[in-house]
């Protein structure tokens, strides 16, 4: 996960070092600015080309869908679920990507036609509560977003979760060395096939 008002300067630097990882998904959040975030995007979509699949969350209206998919925007995530950007992002050939919070809402989202769910966590008790949610709706994707270290990557990959979202566990801010965002990334990559991740480099089987 991106910030929307991401330097442009910088984006060169972390788009090189996301690919370098590689990480091939990135979520940029709307910032106050949708010009600016729609700049951003635009330029993560250059530099990455077919590489680097670019989303937006945080969307709301119809017009921020039309303009960040111009932009170059491969998805759209909401705060939560809306049957009209459903429908809009339907007409973009865009998936949509609804932030929920209860199992009845994403029982809804999922109902309405949604393949995808957003759904940030965190805590000790954010896995259990992601199994729930997988057991329960097993044909639901279902991404975790927060900040998570290796080992609740592992945590959450062996619950049954699509993929995950980072914060500021992998990019930090835009003095961040692009060595160190390398780093970062492969370690919880690490962590998201083998397992476990003991701190060292190296990953294992739970």
Request: hydrophobic letters at 50%.
């Amino acid at each position: 996960m991106l910030p929307g008002d991401l330097p442009l300067a910088a984006i060169i630097t972390v788009a090189d070092a996301l690919l370098a990882a590689p990480v091939q998904v990135v979520e940029v959040a709307l910032s106050a600015s949708l010009a600016q975030t729609a700049a951003v995007v635009r330029d993560l979509c250059q530099r990455g080309r077919v590489h680097l699949q670019v989303g937006v969350s945080g969307v709301e209206t119809a017009d921020q869908v039309a303009m960040l998919a111009a932009a170059g925007a491969e998805f759209v995530a909401s705060p939560r679920f809306s049957p009209a950007l459903l429908a809009v992002c339907a007409e973009w050939k865009r998936p949509y990507l609804p932030t929920i919070i209860t199992p009845f809402a994403a029982q809804a989202a999922q109902a309405a036609g949604v393949s995808w769910v957003r759904v940030p966590v965190g805590g000790p008790a954010g896995p259990a509560y992601v199994q729930t949610l997988c057991t329960t709706l097993p044909d639901l994707q279902v991404v975790a977003a927060g900040d998570f270290a290796p080992a609740e990557v592992a945590a959450y990959r062996e619950v049954g979760v699509t993929a995950v979202f980072l914060g500021s566990t992998l990019y930090t801010g835009p003095q961040q060395p692009m060595a160190d965002l390398i780093t970062r990334a492969r370690q919880l990559q690490g962590a998201w096939q083998h397992g476990v991740w003991d701190g060292n480099g190296r990953g294992h089987t739970s």
